[in-house]
């Protein structure tokens, strides 16, 4: 089965274009790494919450949107030595996250079911 990485972070409405132009970049990057696939998504129908939302979880600000993305690897052990390489790449150095980088919530999962 195959492993994937979560991401969901809040992004202010003005950085969502610099914000998909990075996006395009570092998927680019983690398919040349061995990713199957990168999806990203701009919450459109995203209900707020009381107790648990994704709005609470990013603490999204009136001015932002919210994405939610994730990558497919083969495996745990592919998806490991990408993001070393990835790390370590000198296209990535010096990039600005056009979002809050402290509110990123994400994981990795292995795959339970595909249907």
């Known amino acids: 089965m195959t492993y994937v990485d979560c ?5 202010p409405e003005a950085n969502k274009a610099a914000y998909l132009a990075q996006a395009k ?3 680019g990057l983690m398919k040349e790494y061995g990713a199957l696939s990168v999806t990203e998504c ?4 995203v209900p707020e919450g009381k107790k648990t939302s994704m709005h609470l979880a990013v603490m999204r600000e009136a001015d932002e949107g919210i994405v939610f993305s994730w990558v497919t690897w083969p495996s745990k052990t592919v998806r490991d030595a ?6 370590s ?3 990535m150095q010096g990039m600005e996250m056009p979002f809050d980088g402290a509110r990123l919530i994400f994981g990795g999962f292995e795959t339970m079911l595909e249907a």
């Not at 701009?42 to 129908?45: A, C, I, K, S």
Request: net charge negative; proline share 0%; no cysteine.
């Open 7 to 11: 991401f969901m972070a809040a992004v």
């Open 25 to 27: 970049m570092m998927s």
């Open 42 to 45: 701009w919450g459109v129908d």
């Open 89 to 91: 790449d000198e296209r």
């Open 82 to 87: 990408a993001w070393a390489k990835l790390e």
